[in-house]
């Protein structure tokens, strides 16, 4: 039933590498995906976000890949900074949808950097 | 200069009482956004309003009532409170409609609790 999921709970990286993580959809709809990041007692933020027409997008430390064929988008981080321990939520989008939609949203995954 | 304020952050209140939420974003959007976060931790949409119209409105209780005065409110009304309606919930804004691809802001949270 879950559009979005995030199967890691959580993931520990050491300061200085590489963290990756991860999202599968389900809806063959949605073409566009957005990776947020939050901070305890607060809003999510906005991080990278990708289209279905590309395959990578990058920004500073973060890239973001999508595997289209496999519905599998993954969050690149590198290096890896203590700032950087936060839940991150994948979230999804049909475009073409007429606006009928929001944001799916998945459970998210607790980056912890450990220094 | 907060992009996009709610107000108050924290809600205690006893099932059956009415409350307000209120949304404002300072960004010149046309379109915001009600969110739920369950105690799951799943972020999902309720409303979207795009200058001032009710375009998104999932299966929600209609308890719930958004009241949208101008493009930069989005408020929140509940009715009759019930233990379940306990959560975080986030208003967002963003450029367009929902169908484009255009990131979504979000304020801080409220955090609603029913006793």
């Known amino acids: 039933d879950q559009q979005v999921k995030q199967n890691s709970p959580s993931l520990s990286v050491q300061e200085g590498r590489i963290s990756i993580l991860n999202c599968d959809y389900t809806?063959?709809?949605?073409?566009?995906f957005l990776w947020y990041k939050k901070y305890p007692a607060e809003g999510p933020t906005f991080l990278i976000s990708?289209?279905?027409?590309?395959d990578k997008n990058e920004d500073g430390r973060f890239t973001v890949f999508l595997n289209k064929s496999a519905k599998h988008l993954s969050l690149h981080i590198v290096p890896s900074q203590p700032g950087d321990s936060a839940v991150y939520f994948c979230?999804?989008?049909?475009?073409?949808?007429?606006?009928?939609?929001?944001?799916?949203f998945g459970k998210g995954t607790h980056l912890i950097i450990q220094p | 200069d907060t992009a996009v304020s709610q107000t108050p952050k924290y809600l205690v209140t006893q099932m059956g009482n009415d409350k307000s939420i209120k949304c404002e974003q300072n960004?010149?959007?046309?379109?915001m956004y009600w969110y739920k976060q369950d105690s799951k931790k799943f972020l999902k949409i309720m409303f979207s309003?795009?200058?001032?119209?009710?375009?998104i409105n999932e299966t929600v209780p209609n308890r719930f009532s958004p009241k949208s005065p101008d493009k930069a409110h989005l408020n929140l009304h509940i009715n009759s409170l019930e233990l379940g309606d306990s959560a975080v919930y986030f208003c967002?804004?963003?450029?367009?409609?929902?169908?484009?691809?255009?990131?979504?802001?979000f304020g801080p949270g409220t955090r609603l609790t029913v006793l």
């Open positions: 967002a804004s963003s450029q367009g409609l929902p169908s484009s691809y255009n990131e979504q802001f």
């Open positions: 809806n063959s709809m949605f073409d566009y």
């Open positions: 990708i289209s279905s027409i590309k």
């Open positions: 979230a999804a989008s049909p475009i073409s949808g007429g606006g009928a939609d929001g944001l799916t």
């Open positions: 960004l010149g959007h046309d379109t």
């Open positions: 309003y795009n200058n001032k119209e009710l375009i």
